[in-house]
């Protein structure tokens, strides 16, 4: 029979208690467990972890526990009538993974539990978790929360605070009120300077506490200074535009300004979308901003109303062409298109626009445009229509969308009168935002990755390399460079995988890496930069009071046996003394045909060959 015996690799072992007497003496004790098995079982020995692998590691390196994952690797390898027991040692602390009794109970073999760890629970202050945005948009307070335990700490006081280079960007006292104590610390921090920062939520240390390596964890914000831009340019005041301005002040990641044709003086190409509200109009004079519109490939959101040029709409090629427009209006309600595909929504949104009252639609013949697609059609009274209520079309570069009424405010304070909310408004207007404003990448070479990597991830990176018609190649090397925070340089050449790059960095230690990866094609040198963060990981430092109860459960339910480091003898006489746990042996019967056995053939040949012998030379023949 097969006998497993498992060590847990973590790091959570040296937390407390004598680590140098752990060190010292117990890889000795387990090696002679599994030396005195051997002599009458096959021993297969693991290290588990975040991982599982083979052979018995004492480093203490790994920085997550998936105890349910060593059960379930032997139950994959093992399963059957060979397996005869699992010993497995541990302080019963997982951090990863699924509750490891089910996984146990299934291998339907007696579970031998060595206890380590230490069970005392001591005063200590530990940082649980912190919840913190990964973007932010430069000027904005982002919120970060802290969850912090405190145990044998009543009454005294220690502080929250968040730390950039040392200094206090936002901090608050915390008094522990009970024992123990397990809080949320709500914190407001600028966004005041742009790109990946680095911060330390912190504890503050109290004497007495058994550990300080859990008083703290990093985090990073990438803190980005390139919101974009949208003009709202309205013919004259009007209701809608202050629906629309209130709905996009609320999208993050974009910044809005509003103005009017007869005084508007700045520049379309420094925005990103143009919202044209009831323009273009032969009341208000816009050609030479249509016309860099047009220049620039800027996308637009056409809003008709009763003072809209039909001619000049036709012009912008948005999608729509409209044919004996009046200035007269119909009521007009929305009909979702269940077909349309540039983005999602809800079922349940689109019963909920079907709700709201009807635009005001200028009177005349609206049909899409090539390659247009209409969100909604208009519906008058109870008759569902096909003249499009919204269209959008992708063109090339340049996306464009058409709503062919007006009254949107309508449909805002009807969100809030129906449903106590502006959700379902704004989920329409930042959904067609997103949509026109999308920025396509153009470039030829690209470099893609994970955002984040954890502390013992290996981090891979993947490139693309388009020639001039926008094809992929790899002929050319492709190198990249990573730098981490103390300026120091990591070169790599990417290997070719398929039409493209990829390399395999290995393990790197936490911290941020920029990078800049490089090719040259056709002489045309092409290059790439990001960066990318490395999470250390601090899942081990925040659990260091032993689960032996685990041990226990697990082993009064597999009718196994749970002792201390101390005393391991205990599970070698018990698999001896067990007596489900024997050699077996195994018979197989098995038929053959009599014609297969060449020997007899062989046999019965000679026979005849002596006989033919001997009656020849007696002279029978």
Same mark, same amino acid.
């Given at each position: 029979?097969?006998?497993?015996?498992?060590?847990?690799?973590?790091?959570?072992?040296?937390a407390?208690?004598?680590?140098?007497?752990?060190?010292?003496?117990? &890889?000795?004790?387990?090696?002679?467990?599994?030396?005195?098995?051997e002599?009458?079982?096959?021993?297969?020995?693991?290290?588990?972890?975040?991982?599982?692998?083979? $052979?018995?590691?004492?480093?203490?390196?790994?920085?997550?526990?998936?105890?349910?994952?060593?059960?379930?690797?032997?139950y994959?390898?093992?399963?059957? &009538?060979?397996?005869?027991?699992?010993?497995?040692?541990?302080?019963?602390?997982?951090?990863?993974?699924?509750?490891?009794?089910?996984?146990?109970?299934?291998?339907?073999?007696?579970?031998?539990?060595?206890?380590?760890?230490?069970?005392?629970?001591? &005063?200590?202050?530990?940082?649980?978790?912190?919840?913190?945005?990964r973007?932010?948009?430069?000027?904005?307070?982002?919120?970060?929360?802290?969850?912090v335990?405190?145990r044998? %700490?009543r009454?005294?006081?220690?502080?929250?605070?968040?730390?950039?280079?040392?200094?206090?960007?936002?901090?608050?006292d915390?008094?522990?009120?009970?024992?123990?104590?397990?809080?949320?610390?709500?914190l407001?921090?600028?966004?005041?300077?742009?790109?990946l920062?680095?911060?330390?939520v #912190?504890v503050?240390?109290?004497?007495?506490?058994? !550990?300080?390596?859990?008083?703290?964890?990093?985090i990073?914000?990438?803190?980005?200074?390139?919101?974009?831009?949208i003009l709202?340019?309205?013919?004259?005041?009007?209701?809608d535009?202050?629906?629309?301005?209130?709905?996009?002040?609320?999208?993050?990641?974009?910044g809005?300004?509003?103005?009017?044709?007869?005084?508007?003086?700045?520049?379309?190409?420094?925005?990103?979308?143009?919202?044209?509200?009831?323009?273009? !109009?032969?009341?208000?004079? +816009?050609q030479?901003?249509?016309?860099?519109?047009?220049e620039?490939?800027?996308?637009? *959101?056409?809003?008709?109303?009763?003072?809209t040029?039909?001619?000049?709409?036709?012009?912008?090629?948005?999608g729509?062409?409209? !044919?004996?427009?009046?200035?007269?209006?119909?009521?007009?309600m929305?009909?979702?298109?269940?077909?349309?595909?540039?983005?999602?929504?809800?079922?349940?949104?689109?019963?909920?626009?079907e709700?709201?009252?009807?635009?005001?639609?200028?009177?005349?013949?609206?049909?899409?445009?090539?390659?247009?697609?209409?969100?909604?059609?208009q519906?008058?009274?109870?008759? #569902?229509?096909?003249?499009p209520?919204?269209?959008?079309?992708?063109?090339?570069?340049?996306?464009?969308?058409?709503?062919? $009424?007006?009254?949107? /405010?309508? /449909?805002?304070?009807?969100?809030?009168?129906?449903?106590?909310?502006?959700?379902?408004?704004?989920? %329409?207007?930042?959904k067609?935002?997103?949509?026109?404003?999308?920025?396509?990448?153009?470039?030829?070479?690209?470099?893609?990755?994970?955002?984040?990597?954890?502390?013992?991830?290996?981090?891979?990176?993947?490139?693309?390399?388009?020639?001039?018609?926008?094809?992929?190649?790899?002929?050319?090397?492709?190198?990249?460079?990573?730098?981490?925070?103390?300026?120091?340089?990591?070169?790599?050449t990417f290997s070719r995988?398929?039409?493209?790059y990829?390399?395999?960095?290995?393990?790197?230690?936490?911290?941020?890496y920029?990078?800049k990866?490089?090719?040259?094609?056709?002489?045309?040198?092409?290059?790439?930069n $990001?960066?990318?963060?490395?999470?250390?990981?601090?899942?081990?430092r925040l659990?260091?009071?032993?689960?032996?109860?685990?041990?226990?459960? +697990?082993?009064?339910?597999?009718?196994?046996?749970m002792?201390?480091?101390?005393?391991?003898?205990?599970?070698?006489?018990?698999?001896?003394?067990?007596?489900t746990?024997?050699?077996?042996?195994?018979?197989?019967?098995?038929?053959?045909?009599?014609?297969?056995?060449? *020997?007899?053939?062989?046999?019965?040949?000679?026979?005849?060959?002596?006989e /033919?012998?001997?009656r020849r030379?007696?002279?029978?023949?």
């Open positions: 029979p097969v006998i497993v015996l498992a060590h847990d690799g973590s790091s959570s072992l040296l407390t208690g004598d680590t140098a007497a752990f060190r010292a003496r117990y &890889p000795a004790v387990l090696n002679g467990l599994a030396e005195q098995l002599e009458e079982y096959e021993v297969r020995t693991f290290t588990y972890g975040g991982d599982v692998k083979e $052979g018995l590691d004492f480093s203490q390196g790994e920085g997550r526990t998936d105890i349910d994952r060593i059960f379930r690797d032997v994959d390898r093992f399963a059957g &009538p060979d397996l005869g027991a699992v010993v497995i040692d541990g302080d019963g602390i997982y951090n990863t993974g699924r509750d490891p009794r089910l996984a146990a109970e299934r291998l339907g073999v007696p579970v031998y539990a060595v206890a380590l760890g230490d069970t005392t629970v001591r &005063p200590d202050l530990v940082l649980r978790n912190v919840d913190h945005n973007i932010t948009y430069l000027g904005n307070e982002f919120p970060v929360v802290a969850r335990e405190a044998h %700490f009454g005294q006081k220690t502080r929250v605070s968040i730390l950039r280079d040392g200094k206090e960007l936002a901090g608050t915390l008094v522990v009120e009970t024992d123990p104590l397990i809080v949320e610390i709500p407001l921090v600028k966004a005041d300077q742009p790109g920062q680095r911060l330390t #912190r503050a240390e109290r004497e007495g506490e058994s !550990s300080v390596a859990n008083n703290a964890q990093t990073y914000v990438d803190v980005l200074d390139d919101r974009q831009k709202l340019l309205a013919q004259a005041p009007h209701p535009v202050a629906a629309l301005r209130e709905s996009l002040n609320a999208l993050e990641g974009y809005t300004d509003v103005a009017y044709a007869a005084t508007f003086q700045g520049a379309p190409e420094e925005y990103d979308l143009i919202i044209l509200h009831q323009l273009p !109009s032969a009341n208000a004079a +816009i030479p901003v249509l016309k860099r519109i047009a620039k490939n800027i996308p637009t *959101w056409t809003i008709i109303g009763q003072n040029d039909f001619n000049q709409v036709n012009a912008l090629e948005g729509l062409e409209i !044919s004996n427009g009046q200035r007269m209006t119909n009521d007009a929305a009909g979702m298109n269940p077909d349309f595909a540039l983005f999602t929504f809800d079922i349940e949104d689109a019963r909920v626009f709700r709201f009252p009807p635009l005001q639609v200028p009177i005349g013949t609206y049909e899409l445009g090539r390659g247009a697609t209409a969100l909604i059609f519906k008058v009274g109870v008759v #569902r229509t096909r003249y209520l919204m269209v959008l079309q992708p063109q090339g570069e340049r996306h464009s969308a058409t709503l062919c $009424g007006e009254g949107l /405010w309508r /449909w805002r304070l009807a969100d809030q009168q129906l449903f106590n909310t502006h959700a379902h408004f704004d989920k %329409f207007v930042h067609t935002v997103a949509y026109l404003a999308l920025k396509q990448d153009k470039s030829r070479f690209r470099v893609r990755h994970p955002q984040e990597f954890a502390q013992n991830d290996r981090v891979v990176l993947e490139a693309e390399l388009y020639n001039a018609s926008y094809e992929p190649v790899n002929t050319p090397e492709a190198a990249i460079t990573l730098t981490d925070e103390s300026g120091k340089d990591l070169a790599y995988k398929g039409d493209g990829a390399l395999e960095a290995g393990s790197l230690p936490p911290g941020r920029t990078w990866a490089a090719v040259t094609l056709d002489g045309e040198r092409l290059v790439a $990001g960066e990318f963060l490395v999470k250390e990981l601090v899942a081990e659990s260091t009071v032993a689960d032996h109860g685990l041990w226990a459960a +697990i082993s009064a339910r597999t009718q196994g046996l002792t201390h480091a101390d005393d391991v003898d205990r599970i070698a006489e018990a698999i001896i003394a067990k007596k746990i024997v050699p077996r042996s195994y018979a197989h019967a098995s038929f053959s045909d009599l014609i297969g056995l060449r *020997w007899i053939f062989f046999l019965l040949l000679a026979l005849l060959t002596v /033919w012998a001997l030379r007696s002279g029978t023949y």
